[in-house]
């Protein structure tokens, strides 16, 4: 309870959210994650409990099944959103929770050409799925989208404090430090050079 406070207090609420989600579906999307794939749903229904309306009650489902989530990844594996969120964090100093929240829509886009089944069974597990897999990921990006706002968590790099001038000066360096980052061998496509600019230009922002 303790931790919801202070979370609640330091305006910092989604931040277990966007840092669990991304290794569940990471570490679901690698490998088969068993019976933590339905801590994505279990999220999503506690969701509202992590926002300024929610109670402070509620919100221990919220951090326990993050906790669940990280003991899937620690099995599983990351991925790309991960590892360009430490890239992006150890030079730009922004939380890692909220650089998982810009960049975790793009990655799932980027990575559904070889994904979408499993992101598909995400989704529906969530309660976003479709009648089709390409429906449900689209659904489940959607949704991604929506849970963002909710939060009130920033849609770009630039809306996080970071100068979009200084990304594409210090590109090669990102690149370099996300392609090399152990997380980036678990991404369900091997990541490439291309990718990774791709993701940049669509998360970064203007000035």
């Known amino acids: 309870m303790e931790v919801a406070r202070v979370a609640e207090k330091n305006n910092i609420t989604g931040f277990e959210f966007l840092s669990g989600i991304p290794g569940s579906v990471g570490g679901a999307v690698r490998m088969n994650a068993g019976a933590f794939k339905q801590s994505i749903g279990d999220k999503m229904e506690n969701l509202t409990a992590m926002t300024g309306n929610g109670d402070l009650a509620a919100r221990l489902p919220m951090h326990r099944a993050a906790t669940l989530a990280g003991m899937a990844f620690s099995q599983a594996g990351l991925g790309l959103c991960h590892a360009m969120a430490h890239a992006l964090g150890g030079m730009f100093h922004v939380a890692h929770g909220k650089l998982n929240a810009i960049l975790?829509?793009?990655?799932?886009?980027?990575?559904?050409?070889?994904?979408?089944?499993?992101?598909?069974?995400?989704?529906?597990?969530?309660?976003?799925?479709?009648?089709?897999?390409?429906?449900?990921?689209?659904?489940?990006?959607?949704?991604?989208?929506?849970?963002?706002?909710?939060?009130?968590?920033?849609?770009?790099?630039?809306?996080?404090?970071?100068?979009?001038?200084?990304?594409?000066?210090?590109?090669?360096?990102?690149?370099?430090?996300?392609?090399?980052?152990?997380?980036?061998?678990?991404?369900?496509?091997?990541?490439?050079?291309?990718?990774?600019?791709?993701?940049?230009?669509e998360v970064t922002g203007r000035v």
């Open 104 to 201: 975790l829509p793009s990655v799932v886009a980027t990575n559904a050409h070889v994904a979408g089944h499993q992101y598909a069974e995400l989704a529906r597990a969530a309660g976003m799925g479709g009648s089709a897999d390409t429906i449900a990921v689209r659904n489940l990006r959607n949704g991604l989208l929506r849970l963002r706002r909710e939060l009130n968590l920033p849609e770009t790099l630039a809306q996080a404090g970071v100068d979009p001038r200084a990304v594409w000066q210090n590109v090669e360096r990102i690149v370099e430090a996300t392609l090399s980052d152990p997380c980036s061998k678990d991404n369900p496509m091997e990541p490439e050079a291309f990718l990774v600019r791709r993701i940049l230009e």
